[in-house]
C-alpha cells in the first residue's frame, strides 16, 4: 500500500511517527497523524486545512484532544449523551485521577514498542491509513494523497472526526474544500 503514497502522505506518515516521539507516545494515533497533516505545506490538503481554518485553530484542537484523552478517549458527544442518562464522566474522571492521578485515564496504553525502537501504529491509525487506500480507490487515483488522509480522518468514526466536527469541521465539508460542491456526487465509495 505504502507505493502508493505520494511523497506527502509519506512526509506525513513521518510526521506522526515524529509527533509521537515529541510527546512521548509510546504509538502512534490518529491525532498524531491529523497534527503531522496540519504541518504540510504546498498541496491539495494543506489549502483545504488552511481554508477551513484549522492551522489557526490548532491549539484548541490539541487541548480538544488532551481533553478526550482525559476523559478516556471520550469525545464530548459521547460525554453529553453519558449526562442524558445521569452518568458525570467529569466527576468519573475527578474520581479516578484523586485516586490514580492526573491523566490516569489518558495513560498510553500501547506503549509497546517494536524490538527494533520504532513506534507501531494503533489500530485506529491503521485504520486510517488503510481508509485513506478506499478513498483513494473510490475516487479513481491511482495514488494515496494527503487529501486521501484528511478525508480518511474525518469519514473514521473517533476522537479527530468528532472533535473537528465539535469545531465545525466535518467530511462533507473537508470534501467540499479539496473538491468543492459541485463533486458531491463523485467519491461515494469513501464513506464505506
Known amino acids: 500500500?505504502?507505493?502508493?503514497?505520494?511523497?506527502?502522505?509519506?512526509?506525513?506518515?513521518?510526521?506522526?511517527?515524529?509527533?509521537?516521539?515529541?510527546?512521548?507516545?509510546?504509538?502512534?494515533?490518529?491525532?498524531?497523524?491529523?497534527?503531522?497533516?496540519?504541518d504540510q505545506k504546498g498541496d491539495r490538503?494543506?489549502?483545504?486545512?488552511?481554508?477551513?481554518?484549522?492551522?489557526?485553530?490548532?491549539?484548541?484542537?490539541?487541548?480538544?484532544?488532551?481533553?478526550?484523552?482525559?476523559?478516556?478517549?471520550?469525545?464530548?458527544?459521547?460525554?453529553?449523551?453519558?449526562?442524558?442518562?445521569?452518568?458525570?464522566?467529569?466527576?468519573?474522571?475527578?474520581?479516578?485521577?484523586?485516586?490514580?492521578?492526573?491523566?490516569?485515564?489518558?495513560a498510553d496504553r500501547s506503549s509497546r514498542r517494536?524490538?527494533?525502537?520504532?513506534?507501531?501504529?494503533?489500530?485506529?491509525?491503521k485504520s486510517i491509513l488503510e481508509k485513506s487506500l478506499r478513498i483513494a480507490l473510490g475516487r479513481g487515483d491511482r495514488f494515496i494523497g494527503q487529501e486521501h488522509l484528511l478525508l480518511a480522518l474525518t469519514a473514521t468514526p473517533g476522537t479527530v472526526a468528532d472533535t473537528l466536527a465539535e469545531h465545525g469541521v466535518t467530511h462533507t465539508a473537508v470534501h467540499h474544500a479539496l473538491y468543492g460542491p459541485e463533486a458531491d456526487g463523485e467519491g461515494h465509495a469513501e464513506a464505506g
Do not use: C, Y
Open 45 to 106: 490538503a494543506s489549502f483545504a486545512v488552511a481554508s477551513l481554518g484549522l492551522l489557526r485553530r490548532r491549539a484548541s484542537l490539541e487541548a480538544s484532544f488532551a481533553e478526550a484523552r482525559r476523559r478516556g478517549g471520550l469525545t464530548k458527544a459521547e460525554t453529553d449523551a453519558l449526562a442524558g442518562i445521569g452518568i458525570d464522566v467529569g466527576a468519573i474522571v475527578d474520581r479516578v485521577e484523586g485516586a490514580h492521578g492526573e491523566g490516569a485515564l489518558a
Open 114 to 125: 517494536w524490538w527494533s525502537g520504532h513506534r507501531a501504529f494503533t489500530p485506529g491509525a
Open 1 to 38: 500500500m505504502f507505493e502508493r503514497f505520494t511523497r506527502g502522505a509519506r512526509a506525513t506518515v513521518k510526521g506522526a511517527v515524529a509527533e509521537a516521539e515529541r510527546v512521548g507516545a509510546g504509538s502512534v494515533t490518529e491525532e498524531h497523524l491529523f497534527l503531522a497533516l496540519l
